[in-house]
């Protein structure tokens, strides 16, 4: 690949050996994750607050999706023309409720699908890939 | 805690920006007309306003930082009153008409102005504008690009995976809130339209189309509220206040708000819309069974379906059946948003909740005219707002 692969905000997500990673956190106390990181644990029952680091990723089942027909506002920025795409929200296995773009073409996604997360181009810009993490149908 | 009474209510008509309603009216003009007819409403003067609740904005007037109500003051008199701007996103007019609730009863205050009004930016609702790493909805616009309206599509979706619903039954909710509209004076659509009129409106996020979805408008309305004591000397038939309750939404909701969520085992997507209603009917010792009529936030059909089940008004699953036979319109044994609802009028955010105090005054004095919920006595109101934020309202006669 010649241009180079950026992610569109620094330090939320990466590709690690290819494997694509959320970095979120955990509490240690009640070990509710969360993402992105959280500086304190939301739950009213947890005992004490103990945020560490962690790294999130695999395989979910698609809860439900919405597609964008139209270009959505800044700071959204893709690349033109605008191409509808599928928005999916996924209960990933490690515990989180995520959204993110799908992968799959609007009128391929189903609702209740098993997907994996997968980091991909979101667009270009200044000879730079700019990239996101999304969900791709198994 | 004293008992509160609603004595005087009044809007400025819902609009564009640019159109034969709202013109170029600033948020003052449109709050002025809507707080005089008000007053003419109660038949009291500016004068005899002890304080105000007002609804705070971040998009217009205030002086740039939210502070509308004193934009009102000073439209209206600079009498020295206190004033509280109240900021909680979308459900800010309902909150401010439960710190004017709250006051009353309380007895810090006879009697109150509570308003809210809007004149709404063009096009889709922006984000904060910052762009910064550690703001949610800039990290959700920037890394997956997902609108308002493409959020109230996951939801639509999920319920017509669950339940069945259709596209056409979605259109039909649309259908019946324009012929609420029919004659609203206030409303800003006044036609109705038909099934193919809204199947044929494009897809704004699918599976939503555009007449399926509250465009934003511009708009005012504002309530008088005083105690029972002093409604007294005005009325002999006040509207009272049973009850006005703010909610926010608690650890185990499952709606997909920032970028992610801990999963939990909870079934509510908007528990902070649960908690106020809940709340509402545990203060106001009124059940779901004894609501004569609710106007609910609308900011797509969808809610229009959900909420009724999630407050206990229907079974789960049961709002297409009631919606098909007629059941929600004001005639119907569950009528939903008779005003002709948030699709109908559009939202001027900051306005809603106390255009629902409006509209659910006029209905329990049998002033709605061909909207008219027959013998309407008992009216739920519910607002809902970014953050997690909700209220609720129980107003009867």
């Not at chain 1, 270009?71 to 409720?97: E, I, N, Q, S, W």
């Not at chain 2, 003067?45 to 904005?57: M, P, T």
Request: proline fraction near 5%; include cysteine.
């Amino acid at each position: 690949m010649s241009e180079q692969r950026v992610p569109c905000v620094e330090g939320l997500f990466g590709e690690e050996d290819g494997v694509a990673t959320l970095y979120g956190s955990r509490c240690a106390g009640c070990d509710t994750p969360y993402f992105p990181k959280s500086a304190a644990c939301h739950n009213p029952e947890c005992v004490e607050s103990k945020m560490e680091d962690y790294a999130f990723g695999g395989e979910g089942k698609l809860w439900s999706y919405a597609v964008a027909d139209f270009p959505p506002p800044p700071p959204h920025k893709f690349d033109k023309p605008f191409t509808p795409y599928a928005m999916g929200v996924v209960d990933l296995d490690c515990g989180l409720r995520l959204i993110g773009q799908m992968v799959d073409k609007a009128e391929d996604v189903v609702v209740g699908a098993k997907v994996e997360l997968v980091i991909d181009t979101l667009y270009h810009e200044d000879d730079k890939t700019f990239t996101s993490w999304k969900f791709k149908q198994i | 805690m004293q008992e509160v009474a609603v004595i005087g209510v009044g809007m400025h008509r819902f609009g564009k920006t640019g159109d034969a309603i709202v013109g170029t009216k600033s948020v003052g003009e449109l709050c002025r007309t809507a707080v005089d007819a008000a007053l003419k409403d109660a038949g009291i003067g500016w004068k005899q306003i002890q304080a105000v609740a007002a609804a705070s904005s971040r998009f217009s007037g205030g002086k740039g930082w939210g502070l509308n109500g004193n934009d009102v003051v000073e439209d209206l008199g600079s009498t020295g009153i206190p004033v509280y701007n109240m900021s909680a996103g979308c459900a800010a007019g309902g909150n401010a008409f439960n710190v004017g609730y709250s006051m009353v009863a309380g007895g810090v205050y006879d009697v109150m102005l509570v308003v809210g009004g809007e004149v709404m930016p063009k096009g889709m609702i922006q984000t904060s504008g910052v762009e910064e790493a550690t703001d949610p909805e800039f990290l959700r616009q920037r890394c997956i690009g997902m609108p308002g309206p493409s959020f109230w599509s996951t939801l639509a979706r999920r319920r017509m995976f669950e339940y069945g619903t259709t596209e056409e039954q979605f259109s039909q909710v649309a259908v019946k809130a324009r012929k609420c509209s029919v004659g609203n004076p206030n409303a800003r659509f006044q036609k109705e339209i038909t099934v193919e009129d809204v199947m044929n409106s494009p897809y704004v996020s699918n599976p939503l189309r555009l007449f399926q979805i509250c465009p934003i408008s511009n708009g005012a309305a504002a309530a008088i509220i005083c105690s029972a004591d002093y409604a007294r000397k005005f009325t002999s038939t006040p509207i009272t206040v049973a009850t006005s309750t703010v909610a926010t939404m608690t650890f185990n909701d499952m709606l997909p708000r920032g970028l992610a969520d801990p999963m939990t085992e909870c079934a509510n997507l908007h528990t902070e819309a649960q908690n106020a209603v809940t709340s509402a009917f545990e203060k106001s010792g009124i059940g779901p069974q004894d609501i004569s009529f609710t106007e609910l936030q609308d900011n797509t059909c969808y809610y229009e379906l959900a909420f009724p089940e999630e407050w206990g008004l229907c079974e789960a699953g049961q709002s297409e059946s009631l919606l098909m036979a007629g059941e929600t319109a004001p005639t119907g044994s569950m009528p939903i948003n008779p005003s002709g609802g948030f699709v109908s009028f559009g939202e001027a955010t900051t306005a809603m909740g106390v255009f629902q105090i409006a509209e659910l005054t006029w209905q329990l004095r049998g002033q709605a005219g061909g909207r008219q919920v027959p013998d309407a006595k008992v009216g739920l109101a519910q607002t809902l707002g970014l953050g997690g934020n909700a209220t609720a309202a129980i107003l009867k006669r």
